[in-house]
């Protein structure tokens, strides 16, 4: 029988309160990463089912390499979509009538998320030896501000086309997620992405937009890990899997920066600066292995949850354990190819509607990093550099990149590439570089919301 407990101060040890809910905190923490979570595959073409499983595998890997001291949920990562968009772009089925996965190409550019999470782990091993403040002056804000505002501009084309498909059910979709993100209070304000989809669900029900059929075919248990999408069999030194490298890999530089506003979130909720403890190079360590993993298994790169951050302000239970509840509860899931096949029943006009504000969102996230950041666009030098990548980055991706040979291996640099290697060059060469990094008292630099 749990005992009474104070929940003024929080609570740092869940199991004061009892088993049971314990195991209810836990489900609450799963519920509020699933919406986003499962939305990624679904954008992607990428299995519900192994999205899932590299969620929980990945926020148990964080928790192991961080000594289980930050209450931090790892799900899918929205910032690669753009890197997916160009590498695997989904395809329109024989028929000509709704899109499908591009089998052919998801294994790239799942190979080139497992080596954008080797690069978190380059950082990490940097930041141990340099020190913090001397890596972070090569990704400011004015670099990785404009990369993230350009991630999200490129995607804003597909978001139209799924809304195309079925305008009812996109207004629905949307207006759901703007009533419950404005107006909503405690975990409808929190569940936003999940919410949405559920009412315009049952507006889809109801106007006879779902098709049951795969469902009943589908098994109730499964393995979820499906080999035609793993990154570990493309990685073969091929110009495809070149160039999804060249696409995807730049895209860590602008997470990078998520991830520490994300933990320093997390530290300003808790009480506890997790940035000096267990330490920045220790999060982002197990940030990058767990994409690298999830990229290696055909899953999406993962991220730190702001969702899951509402949840624990919200319910003041801040105790790490609750998480990896909810990374368990994860894992179970994915086993039910019956789940996945509900999930995939969503229609494409739903998934327009919700990704009608989250890419807008991606793009806003980053005019709030360079805005949170004080970047001053009245210096010629910021001016310059956000100018060329925000150009690099559109007008290459509209050109389809650039392409070229290197010892008789053609390689292609997308727009995001090209974009983020030019404002890191320029950041470098150019004079006034006059950003430092904040690691004091729980707060730093970048977005507080994930991407």
Same mark, same amino acid.
């Not at 070149?242 to 990078?256: C, D, G, K, Q, R």
């Not at 302000?313 to 019956?338: C, E, G, M, N, Q």
């Given at each position: 029988?749990? +005992? =009474?407990? %104070? ?8 199991? =004061? ?52 001291? !930050? ?18 772009? =989904? ?5 000509? +009538? ?6 052919? $190409? ?28 001397? #890596? ?14 350009? /991630? ?24 759901? &997620? ?14 936003? /992405? ?11 029900? &109801?106007?006879?937009?779902? %098709? ?38 730049? /895209?860590?530089?602008?997470? $990078? ?17 997790? @940035? ?30 702001? +969702? ?23 894992? #179970? ?16 006009? @739903?998934?327009?509607? #919700? ?5 807008? $969102?991606?793009?806003?996230?980053? !005019? ?7 970047? %001053? ?6 001016? #310059? ?23 008789? &291996? *053609?390689?292609?640099? *997308? ?25 004091? +008292? ?10």
């Amino acid at each position: 029988m749990s +005992e =009474k407990v %104070d929940y003024s101060q929080g609570i740092y040890d869940a199991k =004061k309160l009892g088993t049971p809910r314990v195991l209810v905190l836990g489900l609450q923490h799963m519920f509020a990463m699933f919406g986003a979570t499962v939305l990624v595959p679904l954008l992607t073409g990428l299995s519900v089912s192994t999205s899932l499983l590299c969620a929980g595998l990945g926020t148990l890997l964080f928790h192991v390499i961080t000594g289980g001291k !930050v209450p931090a949920f790892l799900g899918s990562s929205f910032a690669y979509l753009g890197g997916f968009a160009i590498v695997a772009p =989904k395809l329109l089925d024989a028929a000509g +009538e709704q899109t499908v996965a591009n089998t052919e $190409m998801l294994p790239y550019a799942c190979a080139g998320v497992a080596f954008s999470g080797l690069l978190y782990v380059l950082i990490s091993g940097l930041i141990t030896v340099f020190g913090i403040r001397k #890596i972070m002056r090569l990704f400011p804000p004015v670099v990785t501000g404009p990369i993230i505002i350009a /991630i999200g501009l490129i995607l804003a084309p597909s978001a139209i086309s799924n809304c195309q498909t079925n305008w009812l059910l996109a207004i629905v979709a949307l207006g759901t &997620v703007i009533v419950c993100n404005i107006w909503g209070k405690g975990m409808v304000k929190i569940l936003p /992405i999940l919410l949405g989809v559920v009412v315009s669900y049952v507006v889809a029900l &109801v106007t006879g937009a779902v %098709d049951f059929a795969p469902i009943a075919e589908a098994h109730w248990f499964g393995l979820p890990i499906h080999a035609a999408s793993t990154g570990l069999l493309a990685i073969d030194g091929s110009p495809a899997f070149i160039s999804a490298l060249f696409t995807i890999v730049p /895209i860590a530089l602008a997470t $990078m920066m998520e991830h520490i506003g994300d933990i320093a979130a997390i530290s300003a909720t808790t009480g506890k600066n997790y @940035i000096r403890d267990p330490g920045l190079n220790r999060t982002l360590l197990g940030d990058g292995l767990a994409t690298a993993m999830a990229g290696l298994l055909g899953g999406p790169a993962n991220t730190t949850y702001g +969702e899951n951050t509402g949840v624990l302000a919200l319910t003041r239970i801040y105790d790490p354990l609750v998480i990896r509840l909810a990374a368990v509860f994860a894992i #179970i899931l994915s086993f039910s190819p019956k789940f996945d096949a509900v999930i995939n029943t969503i229609p494409a006009g @739903i998934i327009g509607g #919700i990704s009608f504000v989250l890419y807008g $969102m991606i793009s806003a996230i980053g !005019v709030r990093n360079v805005v949170e950041n004080k970047v %001053d666009f009245t210096n010629s030098r910021n001016l #310059i550099i956000a100018a060329v990548i925000l150009v690099s980055a559109l007008g290459f991706n509209s050109a389809g990149g650039i392409t070229f040979a290197v010892g008789g &291996v *053609s390689i292609n640099l *997308s727009g995001l590439a090209i974009a983020a290697i030019l404002g890191i060059v320029l950041n470098a060469v150019i004079p006034g570089n006059d950003y430092q990094f904040d690691d004091g +008292e729980g707060t730093g630099e970048g977005a507080s919301l994930r991407v």
